[in-house]
């Protein structure tokens, strides 16, 4: 064979790998992700909330998140959220059909084997706590052992706020965690109207529901409601 050939068929067989990488590389860098990918379209941030219309395979709808620094044509990326209709912004003075409470957004998608993993696991990570229940009160692993026991009951439960979701059905929704279960998705869910911070150690005393459905998929086992908070010093 001629030099030329050679040359030639060299050249073919370098420009064919090359190919080869290239498309191997961009398989590997696609993310399979199952989540909800939105353009925002419109801004109007409040207090607490930023209120955002959003594009969806051409279907608009508008979601709230925590308050954030966030401009139109921005792409948008959550998983969890909870519908709400006819919902009333009082510091908007205005009514949404339909509104979507998203817990947290990225501007890039969570690989579904980081989805399968969180959804497997806590709500939360497991905080490195150990907190002692509170005087003529109980832990949240004794609360989930015997949940029937304290359904409609009043009780106190002492725990560290994990997680914050502010004025949703007029309440606050905040998830804490006592450390008294090796168990890591045993959190407890408190709603009340005190305005609190994650990372707090507080007591709650708030009646117990049992098998409470809210709807939109918001299912709970055991959740405290119309808690108030109560100070150790008069306990």
């Known amino acids: 064979m001629k030099l030329k050939q050679l040359i030639g068929v060299a050249m073919i067989l370098i420009s064919a790998i090359a190919c080869q990488k290239t498309e191997t590389k961009n398989v590997e860098n696609e993310i399979p992700y199952t989540g909800h990918k939105v353009t925002v379209t419109e801004v109007i941030d409040g207090k607490t909330y930023t209120y955002l219309q959003v594009k969806e395979n051409d279907v608009e709808n508008w979601i709230a998140i925590s308050k954030r620094d966030t401009k139109e044509g921005e792409v948008l990326y959550f998983t969890e959220a909870l519908e709400m209709e006819n919902f009333e912004s009082k510091e908007l003075a205005r009514t949404f059909d339909k509104i979507l409470f998203v817990s947290s957004v990225s501007n890039n998608p969570t690989p579904i084997s980081k989805q399968i993993a969180a959804e497997e696991g806590s709500e939360q990570p497991q905080v490195a706590i150990k907190i002692e229940a509170p005087k003529d009160g109980i832990s949240i692993a004794e609360l989930y052992a015997n949940k029937d026991s304290y359904k409609e009951k009043m009780v106190l439960i002492k725990g560290k706020i994990t997680k914050v979701n502010k004025q949703i059905m ?27 911070k994650i990372g707090e150690v507080v007591t709650f005393k708030g009646t117990i529901a049992v098998a409470k459905d809210f709807g939109a998929g918001y299912f709970y086992d055991v959740i405290m409601e119309t808690a108030t908070v109560v100070s150790d010093k008069s306990m």
Do not use: A, C, F, M
């Not at 929704?173 to 305005?195: A, C, F, M, R």
């Open 170 to 196: 007029s309440r606050n929704w905040y998830h804490i965690q006592d450390g008294s279960s090796p168990d890591p998705k045993i959190d407890l869910t408190v709603t009340t109207n005190e305005e609190l």
